[in-house]
């Protein structure tokens, strides 16, 4: 699936948000290795610290639909921003953890703009796994 595929899910993710707070919906779409999407919205809270981003609930909805962690191909994100959109760094973190630093990542918004970037890329020197290592006697 290329690029604007993708992101055209994102798009139809999008629709899905629930944001009276914010008022800024953002979609993501998750591309497995079997070649279908999983979509995530954000879903914002009253108390506003239980809201999750669009980008964490793609993952941990397709995780929860029995998908192995870091045998996703791609992700596409998009909110109305001015330029492609860019994700918060929390999802940065989860992203690391239950992506390959190495999978491709589609930012985008609705005027059309797209950027191409890596898990890695996005969080560089980043706090991992293998960090543990160390702690295990
Ligand atoms: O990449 C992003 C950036 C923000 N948000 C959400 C969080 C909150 O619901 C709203 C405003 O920050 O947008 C996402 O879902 N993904
Ligand atoms: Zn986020």
């Not at 070649?35 to 879903?43: A, E, M, S, T």
């Not at 929860?64 to 918060?88: N, Y």
Request: glycine content about 10%; some cysteine; proline content about 6%.
């Amino acid at each position: 699936m290329d690029n604007g595929l993708l992101m055209q899910e994102a798009i139809k993710a999008r629709t899905k948000a629930y944001t009276p707070y914010s008022h800024f919906g953002v979609g993501a779409a998750l591309l497995d290795s079997e070649g279908h999407v999983h979509h995530g919205c954000n879903i914002e809270n009253a108390a506003y610290t239980p809201g999750n981003c669009a980008e964490r609930t793609a993952m941990f909805s397709a995780i929860a639909g029995g998908h192995k962690p870091r045998s996703f191909k791609a992700m596409a994100i998009v909110g109305d921003t001015e330029g492609p959109i860019a994700p918060c760094g929390v999802c940065r973190q989860v992203m690391y953890e239950l992506c390959e630093p190495d999978m491709k990542v589609i930012l985008g918004n609705l005027k059309g703009d797209l950027l191409e970037t890596t898990v890695a890329e996005l969080l560089p020197w980043a706090f991992g796994p293998s960090d543990l290592n160390s702690a295990k006697k």
